[in-house]
């Protein structure tokens, strides 16, 4: 099997060798993949993150003019290296070539990987390790959405990779420097990218001790490369800490303000992952115990639960066979083994306890696991070309055969759903219009077409359960949820008449009110007093008028009574 896996020459037939016919496959597969990605990713924007943030900041950037503070919105104080490449397609009015923006960090994560994987098997099994990495669930919805974390995916495993280059080349500095650049750009993409930094800072003083040749460095020597790589990364990174400074005193805000800002950190309250999942999903301990299996199995799209995204459970296995018998490896092959799974497992384990979990806070780990998986494949195939039983072999290589198949199919499988869930090809063939779609997914959508068509320049309009979705909103806008906390909670709690909510309305210089109704009635009742809830009823009659309901949804206008 070794052999057929070689360079693609020509028998004596002029026929290609079978190891030519599986790069040809393996081209054909990869191809049908990539055109699969760009249909579905043809239609407009619709997912949440998009419309809260990586494309409403960039779009009232170019309103505004610039850069400027939002501060009703903290997450536009996150790091945006991607997003401001987001402004370039919007300056023209389009908001589909950002998804492609998004993709082509995909395909250049894949590229590096081709590229490591390459040398260190052959080409047949690089090209399985690009199609199986951009073909894996959660690569495929990000890449057909307008988010950050394939830019931090490349930027993170491209930082990792020259790390071993740096290694592999005799600590040569260029390499070291790159890996610093890429990164301090994966910081600058996603606060995420800061567990990179920090795992790879300490990583570094550590690999340069163990593995530099022929000597004992001194200890300034290996914790100078450390700082070398620490300084030249924050300083790729810190236009986003020196602006975030500037405007709260605190060069990674939102996060850690209780230590930079102690005062405004006070009422801030936290729950721990395993209290929320007992609280929220009433999970015992066992199932708790195994969240880090179940995340390569049980994953959901749009469901916090089950981690809101989808891994492939292939991931988990094949790197475990790359294990196998390592002693029989180079000894260059094996230290990158057992740094890649290092840096795979502590990220995970970081990000795992740092925050609520979902798949994509993990991303970065996938394209270390999938160099894994290849590496483990190829693991497999050599044990079965070992074996000096004929029938023996071919029921070894029947075995890797469908292992192989099965995780490909359970990723196309994936893909299948999605063009059922996307449907690219009404939009695309004119079946649907482009507002058809949108509201289809987003039933808000007509509501904010009303308010651009019909309401003044300047009105000022209140989102009210919206789930802070204003990309199609062309109007000024705020949210009422800042931290947790409802700003018209605060107001009808303050006051002591409904014209009082409606004179604090006006001093925020709100004109409107974007209301989802459904959730609005439900949190109201739970939330206020019935001496609230009467005063709510009486600035609704007397300071609210009606001027567009549709789908659950309302627009007010605030008046005097």
């Known amino acids: 099997m070794k052999n057929r896996l070689n360079s693609p020459k020509l028998k004596k037939t002029g026929k290609p060798s079978a190891t030519g016919w599986v790069k040809v496959l393996l081209l054909i597969l990869l191809a049908i993949l990539i055109i699969s990605i760009i249909i579905l990713s043809c239609v407009p924007p619709v997912s949440k993150d998009a419309l809260v943030h990586h494309l409403a900041i960039p779009k009232l950037y170019l309103k505004h003019g610039g850069i400027y503070e939002i501060p009703t919105m903290p997450f536009s104080y996150f790091p945006m290296n991607l997003d401001l490449l987001y402004l370039i397609p919007l300056c023209s009015g389009n908001d589909i070539v950002p998804k492609f923006i998004h993709f082509s960090f995909a395909l250049l994560t894949a590229w590096i990987i081709f590229n490591f994987l390459k040398p260190r098997s052959n080409t047949a099994y690089a ?28 930027f993170s495993t491209a930082s990792v990779l020259l790390l071993l280059k740096w290694i592999e080349d005799g600590f040569r500095l260029r390499f070291l420097l790159f890996s610093s650049l890429f990164c301090g750009l994966a910081a600058g993409t996603k606060y995420n990218g800061l567990i990179t930094l920090f795992l790879l800072t300490l990583f570094l003083p550590f690999l340069y001790s163990r593995y530099v040749p022929n000597s004992k460095p001194g200890f300034f020597k290996a914790a100078g490369n450390g700082a070398f790589f620490l300084i030249v990364a924050l300083l790729v990174f810190s236009p986003w800490m020196i602006r975030n400074y500037l405007w709260t005193n605190n060069p990674l805000y939102p996060l850690y303000d209780h230590l930079f800002n102690p005062q405004a950190g006070l009422n801030d309250q936290t729950i721990g992952l395993f209290a929320y999942r007992s609280l929220v999903y009433h999970e015992t301990w066992w199932q708790m115990a195994l969240l880090p299996v179940r995340v390569f199995f049980q994953g959901q799209d749009g469901n916090p639960q089950y981690f809101d995204g989808k891994l492939n459970a292939f991931l988990l296995l094949f790197p475990l066979l790359a ?15 057992k740094v890649l799974l290092a840096y795979a497992a502590l990220f995970f384990a970081t990000a795992f306890f740092s925050s609520g979990m979902r798949i994509r806070y993990i991303s970065p780990i996938i394209p270390p696991l999938v160099i894994l998986s290849i590496l483990g494949v190829r693991k497999m195939v ?11 072999r071919n029921i070894g290589f029947a075995v890797v055969f469908l292992l192989l198949s099965f995780s490909l199919w359970l990723n196309a499988h994936y893909i299948f759903t999605q063009y059922r869930y996307v449907d690219p090809i009404t ?3 004119g079946t649907v219009s482009r507002d058809h779609y949108i509201e289809r997914y987003r039933r808000e959508y007509p509501v904010l077409r009303y308010i651009n068509k019909n309401l003044h320049p300047n009105a000022k309009i209140l989102f009210i359960h919206m789930g802070k979705r204003g990309y199609y909103c062309d109007r000024d806008y705020v949210l009422d949820m800042l931290n947790n906390r409802s700003t018209l909670y605060r107001l009808v709690k303050s006051a002591n008449k409904p014209q009082k909510v409606r004179l604090d309305l006006k001093k925020m210089g709100v004109t409107h009110l974007l209301i989802n109704c459904d959730i609005f009635g439900r949190w109201a009742g739970d939330s206020f007093t019935t001496e609230d809830q009467e005063l709510l009823r009486s600035f ?11 789908s659950g949804y309302g627009v007010y206008r605030l008046e005097n009574p």
């Open 427 to 429: 939009y695309l063939t």
């Open 540 to 550: 609704f009659r007397n300071h609210a008028r009606l001027l567009y309901f549709k």
């Open 382 to 392: 050599d044990l079965v070309s070992a074996l000096k039983a004929r029938y023996s």
């Open 127 to 154: 090209l399985l390790g690009v199609i199986f990495f951009l073909s894996i669930p959660i690569i495929v919805k990000l890449s057909i959405t307008v988010y950050v974390d394939l830019g931090l995916i490349f």
């Open 323 to 337: 294990f196998y018998r390592i002693e029989r490896d180079r000894q260059v092959l094996r230290n990158e083994k």
